[in-house]
């Protein structure tokens, strides 16, 4: 037996790999240290990673259908956000104005709907995203200019990565009150499985509360919302503080 598994192992070839000329563009040192560092410890290319550069091209594609009898199923107004954005804003207190903070936006898909229904009561106060992805971030951006091209101004787009430091800095930044002087609530959106795309995620949602107020309102969704695959059940649950 022993011998069996040591003729395996002794079977298994390496290869030396070098990346395109592209790769050290598109990735800084640092990620390129933490791409090593997964492949060598879990054989795995980080999937938060893979939304760089090219990576992002699916998710511009995915705008865009191609048979557009699909188009209905990728209505904004079909989200599961969009679908409770009563509710969620029932959980900020009737004066307060709400801010939106989206952790990792993608194409901003999951949360415009309930952008235009804060914007529709006059409630929201600003949307501030971060995402690692430049591409992402270009995509995110152009389709928040579309839907909502006279707000451009209440839209902030940073790149970083939320699992560190950066997030503090997307989170810390000024509060500033409401028309009427009221604290505004935050919304931290964490939508679309973008928990699932780390290695460790308890460790990150853990930073991700860790750095959140006591104020603040986590709206964590753990799937890609395409709206289509949704169980029944989602459509009939209450929110609860
Ligand atoms: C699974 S997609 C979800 C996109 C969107 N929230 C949705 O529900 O459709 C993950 C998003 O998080 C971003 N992302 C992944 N890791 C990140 C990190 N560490 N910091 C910032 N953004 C990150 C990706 O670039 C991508 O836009």
Known sequence: MAGDLLSAVTCVQQHAVSPHEDF??????????????SLNHRAEFPYELTYLGDGSEMWRAGEVPSNPELAPMLSDFDTILTCHAEQLLALAPSSSPVRIVDLGPGTTRPVRGLIRHLLDRSRLTGY?????????????????RVDFPAHAERFELCRG?????DLARVLTAERTPGHDGADPVRFVVLAGGTLYN???????LR????????????????????????PPFMDQV????
């Open 207 to 230: 930073h991700v509360c860790h750095v959140m107020s006591d104020h603040d309102v986590l709206l964590l969704t753990l799937r890609i919302d395409t709206g289509v695959d949704r």
């Open 24 to 37: 050290y563009c598109t990735y800084s040192a640092t990620q390129v240290d933490a791409i090593v560092d």
């Open 128 to 144: 501030r995203a971060i995402d690692i992805s430049a591409e992402i971030l270009e995509l995110a951006s152009e389709n928040l």
């Open 161 to 165: 990565d939320f699992t560190g430091p």
């Open 238 to 241: 209450s929110v609860g503080g």
């Open 198 to 204: 780390f290695a460790e995620p308890t460790q990150v």
